[in-house]
């Protein structure tokens, strides 16, 4: 007889369940060669905020994340199931599950573009809404010197000081990504206490003695570098500070002797994606977000 799974309703996840779900997803990321969950989810998870979960035995064999909806963003979710305990019903269960939490539209993101993924969004009615690509470079090409505009300082974040202005100016940059656009000081905070989290390479740029444009770099394990995010105030376009950021930001992993540098581009952002090829990325992977309504 099959060992019986309980599906456990959204809830506040206690520690076991936290390092269980934890574990699942690090075994995910080794069978497939792709991490099943974003930043934003693992963030969550470690956070003890509430998910959903199916346990067999009292061990945890697949996990989703949700976050509600928005005035702005339908309800949008995350989930993986354990290697070992696939083709058993339970990504169709949990996907099914997200459904009902969402009580309208719904958006599941898959990482890796991974062809049963892809299977079970069709199968369930859900259609590829978004791509976000994965580039990257070896860190140790060659790089074009940082060339800064008349009028613009480039200095680095100093944790205490630059929050409230780097998250206005981060609004406004991404104000047609509310995912983005929409982080509080707490997700700052979030990520100033991560063991990732170095000031040296969070480059600001200023002009006039405000804040014009940033980029934060992170690094990964395995020696892989991070275009983390770039963004740019609206009233500072036009003075090339995308590529100046990028370049600054790319000439800091290089000297910290990564292997690889790394980036996410939204497939629809064509502008952003030229200028990462001509700085030698190339398509690595891609994340596809799937829509029902």
Known sequence: ????????????????EVAGALALAEAAADADG??????????????????LAISEGGVVVAYAHVDPATEEEPAAGELVVHPEHRRRGHGRRLLRALKDEAGGPLRVWAHGDLPAAAALAESEGMARVRALF????????????????????????????DEEAWLKVNARAFADHPEQGAWTMA????????EWFDPAGFFLAERDG??????????????????????????????GLGRTLTLAGLHHLRDTGLDQIMLYVDESNTAAV?????????????DVMYGAS
């Open 34 to 51: 792709v991490g099943p969950l974003s930043e934003h989810a693992l963030l969550a998870l470690r956070g003890g905020r509430p998910g």
């Open 134 to 161: 994965q580039m990257r470079r070896p860190a140790a090409g060659p790089l074009p010197e940082t060339r800064v505009a008349e009028g613009v300082a480039l200095r680095t974040f100093e944790p205490g000081q």
């Open 274 to 286: 030229r200028l990462y090829e001509s700085l030698g990325f190339t398509r690595y992977a891609v």
């Open 187 to 194: 997700d700052v905070r979030e990520r100033e206490a991560e």
């Open 210 to 239: 405000r804040l014009a444009g940033f980029h934060w770099t992170k690094t990964h394990p395995g020696g892989i570098g991070e275009v983390y995010v770039v963004g740019v105030d609206p009233d500072a376009q036009g003075l």
């Open 1 to 16: 007889m099959g060992a019986v799974s309980e599906l456990r309703a959204r809830g506040t996840p206690g520690d076991g």
